[in-house]
């Protein structure tokens, strides 16, 4: 006698409305909506030197941000660029929504390169001597910003980069960004040139009054690009720093415009402007807690307390089967299986009981079988 199970009384998978377990929860497939995840999700940037798009997942409604501007370059004498700014704000989004995330760079030198960080950055000044430059100024930092669906929505503004001099202390320190930019510091001693002004503050170059021979002024900014650093002629005096980017850029700081008789007392260049900065209601806008290196991103998206507007579920599809042999084919906005397998979620306790009592039923039908052929 066989103990296979005869195909006629096996309990129809309808019936059983798709039994699943997983992540140990029982669940039924039957036509159920199920909460959005409740643990948060968080996508956090660092520089690449290119915009990223972050989708917004489905359930999500609001995103936190917090956003990093670049801090200006230390000249090669190591004078340091201003820091950054932060930006804290959160931000209402549907599912399906786009934000895209641009990390601005840090101000750097490089021997021969123009080194205004990405995020426009304004390039820091140099020793110029038979064309070749050397001897440079920090460039700006880059801006960090985010838009959604194409609207920019917050900029943390660069900071400013450090003013170059030959003794390596009296160049002018960066201007930092932050709810009120600050502008470069002056280059010391006397005849050292002037900062830059921050983008908050128009973003102007600094100049050297009168103009000067030795050391070219800074540059204005251009929109949201820092201005660049003015260049020097002579030995004993230094460059300018690069302004940061921003909603309005930095300027860029003046270059020395005397030349001192030694090394000692070298007047230095002037520092560059931070760039200015902006957000939504509610943003908080202060500097960031990062001396030196690229910007930073994080999105840290919050579920929906509310159904969302944006989902495609229809409350008409929210009750399951009237019976347990009802047939269940999935429906727009229905639960399958391979959904509930990707949730983890408990169905109704209705849907629940329905299934058991099928289940139930199965196995009656099971049970009577088998005593039935024992007796034969």
Same mark, same amino acid.
């Given at each position: 006698?066989?103990?296979?199970?005869?195909?006629?009384?096996?309990?129809?998978?309808?019936?059983?409305?798709?039994?699943?377990?997983?992540?140990?929860?029982?669940?039924?497939?039957?036509?159920?909506?199920?909460?959005?995840?409740?643990?948060?999700?968080?996508?956090?940037?660092?520089?690449?030197?290119?915009?990223?798009?972050?989708?917004?997942?489905?359930?999500?409604?609001?995103?936190?941000?917090?956003?990093?501007?670049?801090?200006?370059?230390?000249?090669?004498?190591?004078?340091? #660029?201003?820091?950054?700014?932060?930006?804290?704000?959160?931000?209402?989004?549907?599912?399906?929504?786009?934000?895209?995330?641009?990390?601005?760079?840090?101000?750097?030198?490089?021997?021969?390169?123009?080194?205004?960080?990405?995020? #426009?950055?304004?390039?820091?000044?140099?020793?110029?001597?038979?064309?070749?430059?050397?001897?440079?100024?920090?460039?700006?930092?880059?801006?960090?910003?985010?838009?959604?669906?194409?609207?920019?929505?917050?900029?943390?503004?660069?900071?400013?980069?450090?003013?170059?001099?030959?003794?390596?202390?009296?160049?002018?320190?960066?201007?930092?960004?932050?709810?009120?930019?600050?502008?470069?510091?002056?280059?010391?001693?006397?005849?050292?040139?002037?900062?830059?002004?921050?983008?908050?503050?128009?973003?102007?170059?600094?100049?050297?009054?009168?103009?000067?021979?030795?050391?070219?002024?800074?540059?204005?900014?251009?929109?949201?690009?820092?201005?660049?650093?003015?260049?020097?002629?002579?030995?004993?005096?230094?460059?300018?720093?690069?302004?940061?980017?921003?909603?309005?850029?930095?300027?860029? #700081?003046?270059?020395?415009?005397?030349?001192?008789?030694?090394?000692?007392?070298?007047?230095?260049?002037?520092?560059?402007?931070?760039?200015?900065?902006?957000?939504?209601?509610?943003?908080?806008?202060?500097?960031?807690?990062?001396?030196?290196?690229?910007?930073?991103?994080?999105?840290?998206?919050?579920?929906?307390?509310?159904?969302?507007?944006?989902?495609?579920?229809?409350?008409?599809?929210?009750?399951?089967?009237?019976?347990?042999?009802?047939?269940?084919?999935?429906?727009?906005?229905?639960?399958?299986?391979?959904?509930?397998?990707?949730?983890?979620?408990?169905?109704?306790?209705?849907?629940?009981?329905?299934?058991?009592?099928?289940?139930?039923?199965?196995?009656?039908?099971?049970?009577?079988?088998?005593?039935?052929?024992?007796?034969?």
């Amino acid at each position: 006698m066989s103990d296979r199970i005869p195909r006629s009384i096996l309990v129809p998978a309808s019936a059983l409305a798709a039994v699943l377990v997983t992540g140990g929860a029982l669940c039924f497939g039957a036509a159920a909506s199920f909460a959005a995840p409740t643990a948060p999700l968080i996508t956090a940037m660092i520089f690449t030197g290119a915009p990223v798009s972050v989708p917004v997942p489905d359930g999500m409604c609001s995103v936190k941000v917090i956003a990093d501007g670049a801090a200006g370059g230390s000249s090669t004498d190591g004078m340091p #660029g201003g820091r950054g700014a932060r930006v804290a704000a959160t931000i209402e989004v549907t599912a399906g929504s786009t934000l895209v995330g641009d990390v601005g760079g840090s101000g750097t030198y490089e021997w021969g390169e123009l080194n205004g960080g990405y995020g #426009g950055g304004g390039t820091g000044g140099a020793f110029i001597v038979n064309g070749e430059r050397s001897a440079f100024a920090g460039g700006g930092g880059g801006r960090t910003s985010v838009s959604l669906n194409g609207e920019l929505l917050i900029v943390a503004g660069g900071g400013g980069g450090g003013g170059n001099s030959p003794w390596g202390t009296t160049g002018g320190v960066g201007g930092g960004a932050g709810a009120v930019g600050t502008d470069g510091a002056s280059g010391i001693p006397v005849g050292g040139g002037p900062g830059g002004i921050s983008g908050d503050a128009g973003g102007a170059g600094g100049a050297n009054v009168p103009t000067s021979t030795i050391g070219a002024d800074g540059h204005a900014a251009a929109g949201g690009v820092g201005g660049a650093g003015g260049d020097v002629y002579a030995v004993l005096a230094g460059a300018g720093g690069g302004g940061g980017g921003g909603v309005v850029g930095g300027g860029g #700081g003046a270059a020395a415009a005397a030349e001192g008789t030694t090394f000692d007392d070298s007047p230095g260049g002037g520092g560059g402007g931070a760039g200015s900065s902006m957000g939504p209601a509610g943003a908080v806008i202060t500097t960031s807690e990062y001396r030196e290196g690229g910007g930073t991103l994080s999105f840290e998206f919050v579920a929906c307390t509310t159904p969302d507007p944006s989902s495609s579920t229809d409350p008409s599809t929210q009750a399951g089967p009237s019976t347990p042999t009802e047939a269940s084919a999935p429906q727009s906005g229905t639960a399958t299986p391979e959904r509930l397998a990707s949730t983890g979620r408990e169905a109704p306790l209705g849907l629940i009981a329905a299934g058991a009592a099928a289940l139930a039923t199965g196995l009656l039908l099971l049970r009577g079988r088998r005593t039935h052929s024992r007796r034969h």
